[in-house]
């Protein structure tokens, strides 16, 4: 599967919050179905886990940079949570 493609087909199609707050509250509140986690996030409480309660987290191998560039956007992307994946395959990731 293309990360990349992925992950814009998700962020066009589906519901994804960004960064880590949004991503921390997503999660606490269940309506994650994945998260994903740069190398370089700031929170050692995502960065460590391998789920947050049943909610899979995916460590994503590049800078908080690649993964804003791999979801197309112009700003660095800590830590996204995908609530509804739309019409992408993201959520068959091997976390």
Do not use: N
């Not at 606490?28 to 370089?40: F, M, Q």
């Not at 995916?58 to 197309?72: M, R």
């Amino acid at each position: 599967m293309d990360l990349a493609h992925a992950l814009k087909v998700a962020l066009e199609t589906g519901k994804v919050r960004l960064g880590v707050t949004e991503t921390l509250a997503a999660a606490e509140a269940k309506k994650a179905r994945l998260v994903i986690v740069s190398s370089t996030c700031p929170d050692a409480k995502l960065k460590g886990e391998r789920a947050i309660g049943k909610i899979p987290v995916y460590h994503f191998e590049g800078t908080a940079v690649d993964l804003g560039q791999a979801c197309g956007k112009p700003f660095p992307i800590s830590a996204m949570a995908v609530l509804d994946p739309g019409s992408s395959a993201i959520l068959t990731l091997q976390t």
